[in-house]
């Protein structure tokens, strides 16, 4: 179920901007402006990196419940 989470979001042409979002926001403790800084972009950029891979994924990464099951996926990867 955790990989299956991923596949679309794997399978899409800026997967690797994705995924480089989502782990910094992870290690960023979910605060957008501080991932922002890190990638060197706007916190408008951030937050629709964040939405696409809610609309790839089914999952929020501004819900808690939603980011600790894409972190779970993103470490059984």
């Not at 800026?14 to 922002?36: M, N």
């Not at 939405?51 to 972190?71: H, N, Q, V, W």
Request: aromatic share 8%; glycine share 4%; with cysteine.
């Amino acid at each position: 179920q955790l990989n299956q989470a991923l596949r679309p979001l794997l399978n899409h042409p800026r997967s690797d901007q994705y995924l480089k979002t989502l782990r910094v926001f992870i290690a960023a403790e979910g605060d957008i402006q501080r991932c922002a800084q890190q990638l060197h972009l706007h916190r408008n950029s951030v937050r629709y990196r964040l939405k696409g891979i809610e609309a790839l994924t089914g999952c929020s990464p501004f819900r808690i419940e939603d980011l600790m099951f894409l972190y779970l996926a993103l470490e059984s990867n």
